[in-house]
């Protein structure tokens, strides 16, 4: 018993972090200069707003001190200067982040009672701004990391911010939140052709699943189209060309030198040709980014690299289940998979209000088959080999699961006794009800399973509607 008091009493004593106090309000702001209105910055619509003009200013107090701004800017701004109570000035938001964290303690050694934020870059899409005192912030706030050049340890290459959290659902909260490997997102649209806010929402199911290296926003537009070649004319008729598209790919590679890179379908999931057409580049840019003489120009900017591990998903063949249902500790319990299910993929709300009708909300509510498939090919070849007599799913280092494999130790490819494998990483989706109120698990092709969830088949696009009645 006096053991268990005195456990109570040091615990009593114990330190305890401080909360830091969300103070944002237009009240704060005590001058401004080229901004139509203050209050829409405070409003909670980080997807609305109106541009400020160029050498916009803001003048903020608090009498307790500011220890943290939060910045949301609807697209790329090339940094701000900050300057503090005392006159001293500081430059911020070099990394041109969407979402960018000020910790003015880190910028003028303590909290500040009046700051003021200059913005010299041109028009201003500042569309949220928060204010937090000293203390521990709310985990919604996000602090990115710029990315690890040189030294990431995988890359997934997803074309539409949302195939992340559910092609390759389960792979960042278990490699990026639970193991903490560097973990890189490359898109190749922004969807900007479109709208904006597709980048936010990816930004905070990324947050969601424990990745913190902030990903890469291909510039390239958000077309459909059933086939590659109908995705790659689409690019075409606007100017961009194959070249452009996997030099892209190729820089990506070189740029972050990873030992696993993670791609689509061949098939496109559901048949979609952006999809074939990101997944055929990746793997013809694995072998050009190990030569000099391919892109010349990111070959001496990064030097060149061969990826040991490529993964592609639903590759059918040596197909090897990856068990994404095991409690993590880094999200309380919950597993890989309820991490993309429950908090990955509910932030892109777009997409959850959009695909219900023909799509993917059925990933809420049908458990997925998750499976690694692998097949190998030598160095320096042009095609695909499937000899069954290379594959290994040990290919690297004997000592390592089916899987990821770290950066550390780095395993010299010149003397792996094994050819670099390729792999595909997938998520099979089994039938669980045949409902004309509930469909899950139809064919868009003889080889891909989708998965919808819908009050009638009227919402589908026509060839959805005939496949599912054909199937039922």
Known sequence: MRRFLFLLILLALLPVAAVAQDVSGADRVTDSQGFSGIGGLFDGKKNQGTKAQDHARLTLEDPEGLRYLYLIFDTEYPGFRVTGEHGEEKEAGQEQFLHTLVDLTALFGEPQK?????????????????????????????QWEAPVEGATDLVLFSTHCDDEQLFFAGVLPYYAGELGYRVEVVYLTNHRNLNNYRCHEALDGL??????????????AD??????????????????TR??????????????????????????EYAHGAHILYATLLTESWEAAGEET?????????????TPKLYLHSYEENQIVMDWDQPLKAFGGMTAYEVCKERGFPS?????????????????????????VAFCVLPGSTAMSHAKSQFSVKVWNAQMPVGIMPRRPLINISQSPMPPCWAAFGCTLETRTRSTKVCAAFRFSSELIVNCVLSSFS???????TTLKNSL
């Open 459 to 465: 919402r589908l696009p026509p060839y959805c509607a």
């Open 294 to 306: 391919a892109f010349p120009e990111a070959a001496q900017r990064y030097g060149t690299w061969l």
């Open 348 to 372: 892109h709300a777009s997409q959850v209000a959009t695909a219900s009708g023909y799509l993917v909300s059925g990933f809420i509510t049908t458990q997925l088959e998750k499976k690694w």
């Open 114 to 142: 009046r700051v003021t934020i200059s913005f010299d870059g041109g028009p201003v899409p500042l569309y949220e701004l928060y204010l937090f005192t000293d203390g521990e912030l709310p985990d919604w706030v996000q």
């Open 243 to 268: 070249e452009d598209l996997q030099g892209y790919v190729v820089e990506q590679l070189r740029r972050f030198r990873p030992l696993v890179a993670l791609g689509h379908d061949l098939k496109g």
């Open 207 to 220: 947050w969601a699943c424990g990745v913190r290296q902030y990903p890469v926003f291909g510039g390239f």
């Open 223 to 240: 077309y459909y189209s059933r086939r590659g070649e109908d995705a790659l004319n689409q690019y075409r008729i606007q100017g961009v």
